[in-house]
Every structure is written in structure tokens, then in C-alpha cells.
């Protein structure tokens, strides 16, 4: 079974920087499988913010667009989102999603998930 492992969060100040990883534990790859970040805000719900299909298209909510940036290694081991120009609404957990069949919004229904990793952003 695939178990995803985020790393990467942590606190920044507003214009900062971070990036997130995913990983694929236990020798598992995601090479056939859509994968997609999700952020979620105090007290808000979980929302999807960036996307990879398996043929590589990606796709981002309005939100991110231009400062968030989704991307794989080659050995599809590894899921990467590079965030720059962060701002506190950006403040919340963040968790990978895989799945092989939902790709795009459907991702809401991913099979596999991480457990999260918080990221805050300070004025």
C-alpha cells in the first residue's frame, strides 16, 4: 500500500519562502498515480491547491497561481511543492494526496493521503 510522508513545513515570514515534500515510502513510486497538494486553513476546509496529472499536466487554484509551484524527481519517489511569496493566508496544514484512478478536483476522493505538515506564515 502507498504511504505518502510530508515534510518541509515550517514558519516564515510574509514573502518567504519554503518547500514541501511527499515522499513514497517503502520502495513505492507514484509514476501511475495523479498527485495533488491540499491546504487547509484554520478552521476552513481542506482545498486543493495544486495538481499533477500522470502524463505531468499540472493545474492550480487561482489562489497559488504564479507563486506555488508543483513538480516530481525523476524517480517518482518524491513530490515536491515549491512556495514562494508566502502570505499568512497560506498559514495551515498542507497534505499530499495520490491516487490512481482520481485525478484533478476528483482528488478530494484520494485513496492515499499524508498525515500533514503545518506551515505558518507571520505578517
Known amino acids: 500500500q502507498l504511504q505518502l510522508v510530508e515534510s518541509g513545513g515550517g514558519s516564515v515570514q510574509s514573502g518567504g519562502s519554503l518547500r514541501l515534500s511527499c515522499a513514497a515510502r517503502?520502495?513505492?513510486?507514484?509514476?501511475?498515480?495523479?498527485m495533488g497538494w491540499f491546504h487547509q486553513g484554520p478552521g476552513k476546509d481542506r482545498e486543493l491547491v495544486a495538481a499533477?496529472?500522470?502524463?505531468?499536466?499540472?493545474g492550480y487554484a487561482d489562489s497559488v497561481k504564479g507563486r506555488f509551484t508543483i513538480s516530481q524527481d525523476n524517480a517518482k519517489t518524491t513530490l515536491y511543492l515549491q512556495m514562494n511569496n508566502l502570505q499568512p493566508d497560506d498559514t495551515g496544514v498542507y497534505f499530499c494526496?495520490?491516487?490512481?484512478?482520481?485525478?484533478?478536483?476528483?482528488?478530494?476522493?484520494?485513496?492515499?493521503w499524508g498525515q500533514g505538515t503545518q506551515v505558518t506564515v507571520s505578517p
Open positions: 499533477v496529472d500522470v502524463d505531468g499536466s499540472t
Open positions: 517503502s520502495g513505492f513510486t507514484f509514476g501511475r498515480h495523479c
Open positions: 494526496a495520490a491516487d490512481r484512478l482520481r485525478c484533478g478536483s476528483s482528488l478530494y476522493g484520494a485513496t492515499f
